[in-house]
T-cell receptor, first 112, second 115 residues
Framework: GNSVTQMEGPVTLSEEAFLTINCTYTATGYPSLFWYVQYPGEGLQLLLKATKADDKGSNKGFEATYRKETTSFHLEKGSVQVSDSAVYFCALPKAAGNKLTFGGGTRVLVKP | GAVVSQHPSRVICKSGTSVKIECRSLDFQATTMFWYRQFPKKSLMLMATSNEGSKATYEQGVEKDKFLINHASLTLSTLTVTSAHPEDSSFYIC???????????FGPGTRLLVL
């Protein structure tokens, strides 16, 4: 089945720094790719998604481009804020169907 | 739109008791809901897939008699942790799936502490 690997954290940054979280995948075909964010004590929220190769998902200043050549979907933000402190999960469908498989999560801490 | 609620948000119970957690899709219908368990600082572990009007499908290693799932309507699924023990303490998250070409929408989670 499909799988995803993302960089381990924690990642500690200062405000206004550039953030990159690496995510690579193995998959049959070209499934949709997702980034979810989990703020402390809360459930997951969909941050962005891309449904086909070369698509760029974007939301709240975050971007990720679906790159089939490198089987990657790295998450980037040019200038982080303290409020971006959270755990970020890369995800894709497990196989055909609607189950998702998640990466291990990357904890990001932004300091003022 | 696409809001999913969970109730309760936190629950503390004594060992041996049963706890019911509700997951509701507030503004859409979901034929499929998922239940996850998350350990501290870990990723989500899919426990089961809940299908409206039929039996839940459990992932390997998840005890179906321990974690009872009922999907009574297109907007409500419940997870009952039966005879809870301290090792069942965890963060339980549900998600609701509206249908093809959609993603899952997650609830805010329920933190269970079994004493």
């Amino acid at each position: 089945g499909n799988s995803v690997t993302q960089m381990e954290g924690p990642v500690t940054l200062s405000e206004e720094a550039f953030l990159t979280i690496n995510c690579t995948y193995t998959a049959t075909g070209y499934p949709s790719l997702f980034w979810y964010v989990q703020y402390p004590g809360e459930g997951l929220q969909l941050l962005l998604k891309a449904t086909k190769a070369d698509d760029k998902g974007s939301n709240k200043g975050f971007e990720a481009t679906y790159r089939k050549e490198t089987t990657s979907f790295h998450l980037e933000k040019g200038s982080v804020q303290v409020s971006d402190s959270a755990v970020y999960f890369c995800a894709l469908p497990k196989a055909a169907g609607n189950k998702l498989t998640f990466g291990g999560g990357t904890r990001v801490l932004v300091k003022p | 739109g696409a809001v999913v609620s969970q109730h309760p948000s936190r629950v503390i119970c004594k060992s041996g008791t049963s706890v019911k957690i509700e997951c509701r899709s507030l503004d859409f219908q979901a034929t499929t809901m998922f239940w996850y368990r998350q350990f501290p600082k870990k990723s989500l572990m899919l426990m089961a897939t809940s299908n409206e009007g039929s039996k839940a499908t459990y992932e390997q290693g998840v005890e179906k008699d321990k974690f009872l799932i009922n999907h009574a309507s297109l907007t409500l699924s419940t997870l009952t942790v039966t005879s809870a023990h301290p090792e069942d303490s965890s963060f339980y998250i549900c998600s609701a799936y509206p249908g093809p070409q959609e993603t899952q929408y997650f609830g805010p989670g329920t933190r269970l502490l079994v004493l």
